[in-house]
Nanobody
Framework: QVQLVESGGGLVQAGGSLRLSCAAS????????MGWFRQAPGKEREFVAR????????YYADSVKGRFTISRDNAKNMVYLQMNSLKPEDTAVYCC????????????????WGQGTQVTVSS
């Protein structure tokens, strides 16, 4: 069992930055692929980024590539999402999730989910 709690969301102007954090509990964290997803009002949840269990491999959605960076600290059971050059279209609730699937990018591949943190980017 893995429990996830996100923090770090807020209101930021376009072009600004935010760093999201995800605290994980459970003894299997270091074995899980971790991902960030987001859901805007009226839209389906979409993949943002994922990182392998060791942290050696990352993958991003095209919409955030070059602007967002996912990282993890297995000693602290933490996952981070550094978001730079934010755009109004990045406004969404951001959730972290844990998967047993190597290279997972689909929501169906993630078993554990946090409640999410709101990110609002004003123009």
């Amino acid at each position: 069992q893995v429990q996830l709690v996100e923090s770090g969301g807020g209101l930021v102007q376009a072009g600004g930055s935010l760093r999201l954090s995800c605290a994980a509990s459970g003894r299997t964290f270091s074995k899980n692929t971790m991902g960030w997803f987001r859901q805007a009002p009226g839209k389906e949840r979409e993949f943002v980024a994922r990182i392998s269990a060791s942290g050696s491999s990352t993958y991003y959605a095209d919409s955030v590539k070059g602007r967002f960076t996912i990282s993890r600290d297995n000693a602290k059971n933490m996952v981070y999402l550094q978001m730079n050059s934010l755009k109004p279209e990045d406004t969404a609730v951001y959730c972290c999730a844990a998967s047993w699937v190597l290279g997972a990018t689909s929501t169906a591949s993630y078993e554990y989910w946090g409640q999410g943190t709101q990110v609002t980017v004003s123009s």
